[in-house]
Structures are given as structure tokens and as C-alpha cells.
């Protein structure tokens, strides 16, 4: 269930744009978490990467077929124009690389494919890109999942229920630390910029 699960959001976050609800890492990371052991975990590196090498082929067969003028639709619109401007001027200066390095990018990853195949770049140079990408970041994400799992497990053993309250707590704290330092920044800053325009 939980390679079926992986291989299915991973396929949907570049052809049906899960990945703007659900980011891609956060979905792999906690599937990688689940799993036994390492043949496993093997298996779902294999079974994420083939589902995201797929769904990127997919999305650059949508872009070659309907071309510039998807990026007036009202997919692309919910997505983002932006997005889709940025995927377009990349892939016209880096090409393949553009491909490669978008899919460690949110957004950006879900963007790129169709942009890939309305720019006209060739499939020879799309596949070989995307299928690096697609083993690099399934490897990677997996990997680190299941090392997190590995190390709770041993934190667990460690220090039982109550190092797992006082890690929450801290991790609550830090969380509502970072949300006050946001709102003084949002706060000067608007302070800033009233001070600007008063002048």
C-alpha cells in the first residue's frame, strides 16, 4: 500500500499538479518512514522513480500537443502563470540541465515537463534528464526517510515516551519562535515601506 500510494502521488504531482497540494518530498519521506527494511525501501525507490519518470513524460506529451497556448489555460492559471514563465525562460537557456535540476524544485518540478515539451525541446535530450532526476531525487528522499526512521527508532529506545514530550515541546517552541521573528520582519517591513511613501 505504501509503494502503491508513493508511485500513485508521484505520478499525479506532474501530470495533475498533486504536487502544489501534497510537495513531493514530504509524501516520500513519509512513505520511506513506513517501510521495514532496506530491500523495501529498494523497492520503493525503484517503483517512485519509474512513476515520476512516467508522469514527466507524460506532462512534456501534454506540452507538446497543445503547445504555448497552455499556458492560458485555466490549469496553468491556478497554478501559476509565474511559474510556468520562470520553467519556460530556464529551459530556453540551460536545457536538459533545466529539466535535471527542476525536479529538486517544487512547483517548479510540476511546471517544467509540459513547458519542456511546448519550448520544442527535443525527446532525446528530455528522457536521459528525466531519468536521472527521477532516480537521483527518489534515492535521495528515501534514503533520508528511512535513516529518520531509523534514528527515531533509536530515540525512542533511548529515551522513551518522555523524550519524545520533551522533543515536542521543543520543536513546538521553535516553531512559534520562528512565527514571531516572521511577523516583527512582515512588521518593520511594512513600517519601512509607510515611512517611504510618507516621505
Given at each position: 500500500?505504501v ?12 501530470t ?7 510537495p513531493?518530498e514530504t509524501?516520500?519521506i ?10 523495501s525501501?529498494v523497492?520503493?525507490?525503484a517503483?517512485v ?5 512516467c508522469?514527466d ?6 506540452g ?5 497556448r497552455?499556458?492560458?489555460?485555466r ?7 509565474d ?17 535535471l535540476?527542476?525536479r ?5 518540478r510540476?511546471?517544467?515537463?509540459p513547458?519542456?515539451g511546448?519550448?520544442g525541446?527535443?525527446?532525446?535530450r528530455?528522457?536521459?534528464?528525466v531519468a536521472?532526476?527521477a532516480c ?10 528511512f535513516?529518520?526512521?531509523?534514528a527515531?527508532e533509536?530515540f525512542?529506545r533511548a529515551?522513551g515516551?518522555v523524550?519524545w514530550a ?15 521573528r ?12 509607510s ?5
Amino acid at each position: 500500500m505504501v509503494v502503491l500510494v508513493a508511485g500513485l502521488v508521484t505520478l499525479g504531482e506532474t501530470t495533475i499538479g498533486v504536487g502544489l497540494v501534497l510537495p513531493g518530498e514530504t509524501m516520500l519521506i513519509a512513505a520511506a518512514m513506513a517501510v521495514p527494511d532496506v530491500p523495501s525501501a529498494v523497492l520503493v525507490v525503484a517503483v517512485v522513480a519509474v512513476a515520476a519518470a512516467c508522469g514527466d513524460t507524460i506532462g512534456y506529451a501534454i506540452g507538446r500537443r497543445f503547445g504555448p497556448r497552455l499556458r492560458e489555460s485555466r490549469l496553468i492559471g491556478r497554478m501559476g502563470r509565474d511559474a510556468w514563465d520562470d520553467a519556460a525562460r530556464t529551459l530556453r537557456r540551460w536545457g536538459p540541465w533545466a529539466v535535471l535540476g527542476a525536479r529538486f524544485l517544487p512547483v517548479v518540478r510540476t511546471m517544467t515537463p509540459p513547458a519542456a515539451g511546448a519550448s520544442g525541446l527535443p525527446l532525446r535530450r528530455f528522457l536521459p534528464a528525466v531519468a536521472v532526476g527521477a532516480c537521483l531525487w527518489s534515492a535521495l528522499h528515501v534514503t533520508a526517510g528511512f535513516l529518520l526512521r531509523e534514528a527515531a527508532e533509536e530515540f525512542e529506545r533511548a529515551f522513551g515516551l518522555v523524550g519524545w514530550a520533551v522533543l515536542g515541546v521543543v520543536v513546538v517552541l521553535g516553531a512559534v519562535g520562528w512565527r514571531v521573528r516572521r511577523r516583527r520582519a512582515r512588521a518593520r517591513r511594512a513600517a519601512g515601506r509607510s515611512t517611504v511613501d510618507a516621505a
